[in-house]
């Protein structure tokens, strides 16, 4: 049984900064990729950005410059640190594993992050 855990969401003002942590437990395949999702009411769930085992990362154009995505594989842990926060970031952001082409795929139970004006 897999399990991931959020933590770090919260209310901060325009401008300001967060970072969210996710950790993962059970049995994880070595091989897999990492990330954050994000889900603002009335709106789909959205990539924010992923981090593979190896190393390689994607962002979604929005964040490019502002998030940065980080793991530590020894710990099964995934951070997104979130800086210049803007009310468009506000949303349920989720924490996502997968492996093996996505036949493996879990979700957090989300955190919410809210940024106001």
């Known amino acids: 049984q897999v399990q991931l855990v959020e933590s770090g969401g919260g209310l901060v003002q325009a401008g300001g900064s967060l970072r969210l942590s996710c950790a993962a437990s059970?049995?994880?395949?070595?091989?897999?990729?990492m990330g954050w999702y994000r889900q603002a009411p009335g709106k789909q769930r959205d990539l924010v950005a992923t981090?593979?085992?190896?190393?390689?990362?994607i962002y979604a154009d929005s964040v490019k410059g502002r998030f940065t995505i980080s793991r530590d594989n020894a710990k099964n842990m995934v951070y997104l640190q979130m800086n210049s926060l803007e009310p468009e970031d506000t949303a349920v952001y989720y924490c996502?594993?997968?492996?093996?082409?996505?036949?493996?795929?879990?979700w957090g139970q989300g955190t919410q992050v809210t940024v106001s004006s």
């Open positions: 981090m593979s085992s190896g190393g390689s990362t």
């Open positions: 996502n594993v997968r492996w093996r082409g996505g036949n493996y795929n879990y």
């Open positions: 059970g049995s994880i395949g070595s091989i897999n990729t």
